[in-house]
Nanobody, 111 residues
């Protein structure tokens, strides 16, 4: 069993930045790839970024050049640095590892 706890969401103006964190606990030896997903109202959940245990990253086209995913294996934590945020980035962001999901954190980009 793995528990994932996200933090760092909030309200930010367009062009601003936020850093999301996803702390893992429990049977963390089973964690390989970690990913950040988001779901906006009325839309399907989409993969935003992922990072393998070895550090290989993937980004959705909509966030390339603006978002950076990283992980600190010593702290069992994954991060999503979000820069140059746009109103269309507004969504609930959730962390995923294998079969496990965090509770989600709201990101709202608005002036």
């Amino acid at each position: 069993q793995v528990q994932l706890v996200e933090s760092g969401g909030g309200l930010v103006q367009p062009g601003g930045s936020l850093r999301l964190s996803c702390a893992a606990s429990g049977s963390i030896f089973s964690i390989g790839t970690m990913g950040w997903y988001r779901q906006a109202p009325g839309k399907q959940r989409e993969l935003v970024a992922s990072i393998t245990f070895g550090g290989t990253t993937y980004y959705a086209d909509s966030v390339k050049g603006r978002f950076t995913i990283s992980r600190d294996s010593a702290k069992n934590t994954a991060y999503l640095q979000m820069n140059t945020l746009k109103p269309e980035d507004t969504a609930v962001y959730s962390c995923n590892a294998s079969l496990y999901w965090g509770q989600g954190t709201q990101v709202t980009v608005s002036s």
